[in-house]
């Protein structure tokens, strides 16, 4: 479990194809890594399987490579880091579970004086979870939705924001990792709605859908 506050930014040194996925090793300033210890990768949850003095390993499976933007970083791509909860620690965010629901795209950029709005793009299937002033954790970053409609929502990137993230630096047609808020599956697992591996009956794209 994580909160969507990055730890770090660290950076893609080296990327090793495996026969059912890809390994990558990241730079960052972390050193008292646990064998197996979960870490949130750009809002993916990974397992660390080594780690030197400035450098840890993940594995990423195939299935992980279909589902999120992991498998297109390259050799110097710069990366979100977020380290697992601990009882005790602070909430700043919200709860992200780092299993990516799907990839999102960059659809639009506006200067708001020192702030900057983006327009996310995202599956239809996904879109009934995104509620203006919700959740939504984008490349593991929480943020708050502005405003949603259809297949689309805004968020409003604050300074802080634009300078601890690489979501400034996103033009448009980049592809996000997109993770909804827990909370709202579950209440549509409850109502006996389709979860976000399938769109609600009757779903509209272009109006959305009110639960």
């Not at 589902?67 to 909860?85: K, M, N, Q, S």
């Not at 629901?101 to 506006?110: A, M, Y």
């Amino acid at each position: 479990m994580f909160t969507g506050i990055i730890d770090v930014i660290g950076e893609v040194i080296s990327k090793r194809e495996l026969e059912q996925g890809c390994e990558l090793e990241i730079q960052c300033p972390y050193k008292d890594f646990v064998q197996g210890e979960s870490i949130a990768v750009n809002g993916v949850c990974l397992s660390v399987v080594r780690w030197r003095a400035s450098t840890f390993s993940v594995q990423a499976s195939a299935e992980t490579i279909a589902r999120t933007t992991i498998g297109g970083l390259r050799v110097g791509d710069r990366v979100h880091l977020e380290r697992a909860l601990a009882v005790g620690d602070r909430l700043g965010g919200h709860f992200v579970t780092g299993h990516v629901d799907g990839v999102g795209v960059v659809s639009g950029l506006e200067r708001l004086g020192e702030a900057l709005k983006v327009t996310y793009t995202v599956p239809p299937e996904l879109a009934p979870f995104l509620a203006p002033k919700g959740s939504v954790a984008v490349d593991g970053v929480s943020l708050t939705i502005n405003r949603s409609h259809g297949v689309s929502f805004d968020v409003v990137l604050v300074p802080i924001t634009l300078s601890k993230t690489t979501l400034g630096a996103r033009a448009p047609g980049d592809r996000v990792n997109i993770e909804v808020d827990v909370i709202a599956k579950y209440i549509a697992r409850l109502l006996g709605k389709p979860g976000v591996d399938g769109a609600p009956p009757n779903f509209n794209p272009e109006l959305g859908v009110e639960f």
